[in-house]
């Protein structure tokens, strides 16, 4: 059973450090431990339990058709941790992700990749750690812009933030 961060088989706990989703041969889809299941308002390092049926195993071998676990090396975890490698096949479907929008700032847009995964009649949803990719706005650009050109007038400063500040509050030309 797979509950929050921690893998549950036969009363004892196991730290997860990656969960990787296969299908084909070939991992799909990989999360480290911290990832977020968003599913009726639940998150996975709390309350997620999603009841699967999960093996032991020795090595990686993606050609079989089941979920299984090994034991791996985590240089920043004292102690044991596994990755977990949950089979696409069959009942547990993971859905292609689609792109978001996380989180929009005045500079920058930062986007992440949001999964669906299909369970015994239930569907979570699975947010990435990480952004998929930046996209700068037209404002962003043009801080960027202005920061290069002092830079090319050999200056060392304004920083960025500098530059956000004064292009808010004064008309700034090139002469």
Not at 77 to 82: F, L, R
Not at 108 to 136: D, G, P
């Amino acid at each position: 059973m797979l509950e929050g961060n921690k893998l549950i088989l036969d009363n004892k706990s196991l730290r997860i450090g990656k969960i990787h989703f296969y299908k084909n041969d070939e991992i799909i889809a990989t999360f480290e431990s911290g990832l977020q299941i968003k599913g009726m308002s639940t998150y996975l390092n709390d309350r997620l339990k999603i009841d699967i049926e999960i093996k032991k195993a020795i090595k990686e071998n993606l050609n079989r058709k089941d979920n299984f676990y090994i034991k791996t090396s985590d240089p920043n975890w004292y102690g044991d941790s596994y990755n977990l490698y949950i089979y696409t096949g069959g009942n547990t479907i993971l859905e292609a992700p689609t792109e978001y929008v996380d989180m929009e700032t005045v500079r920058k847009i930062h986007y992440k990749n949001k999964y669906q995964l299909k369970h015994n009649n239930k569907t979570y949803t699975i947010v990435s750690s990480y952004f998929t990719r930046t996209e700068l706005t037209p404002f962003g650009k043009r801080c960027e812009e202005l920061e290069k050109q002092f830079k090319d007038l050999g200056l060392r400063g304004p920083t960025i933030y500098d530059i956000e500040i004064i292009l808010k509050h004064f008309d700034v030309t090139k002469k």
